[in-house]
């Protein structure tokens, strides 16, 4: 059965960086995009970053984290990670990995849709 397990949350100062990561199981992994969401208690879900399948050559990422997260995909050990930098405070949130077969990959209303599989998330707290 699918799987995604999240790691890599903490605590950890303003300024500092964070390293998350995902393994999947159960489904082609190279055939599917993947995204990272975050949701803070009493908010709605909100799209960080994501990853076109196979080559991963494409990659989005929601305004507030522009220029200080990078994503990545390593389809051999099918395991999605998340760099975080340069951390602020409103960056403290449950990060959720999640799978998805169709649409563009991207963090629209539309292609998030397509997000099928979801993990449990991982705790960051920025203080």
């Known amino acids: 059965h699918v799987q995604l397990v999240e790691s890599g949350g903490g605590s950890v100062q303003a300024g500092g960086s964070l390293r998350l990561s995902c393994a999947a199981s159960?489904?082609?992994?190279?055939?599917?995009?993947m995204g990272w969401f975050r949701r803070v208690p009493g908010k709605e879900r909100e799209g960080v970053a994501s990853?076109?399948?196979?080559?991963?050559?494409?990659?989005y990422y929601g305004d507030p984290v522009t220029g200080r997260f990078t994503v990545s995909r390593d389809n051999d050990r099918n395991i999605l990670t998340l760099q975080m930098n340069s951390l602020k405070p409103e960056d403290s949130a449950t990060y959720y990995c999640?799978?998805?077969?169709?649409?563009?990959?991207?963090?629209?209303?539309?292609?998030?849709?397509?997000?099928?599989?979801w993990g449990r998330g991982t705790q960051v707290t920025v203080s």
């Open positions: 159960g489904f082609t992994y190279d055939q599917f995009c």
């Open positions: 990853i076109t399948r196979v080559g991963g050559d494409t990659t």
């Open positions: 999640a799978a998805g077969l169709i649409g563009d990959c991207s963090l629209t209303p539309s292609s998030v849709k397509n997000y099928k599989f």
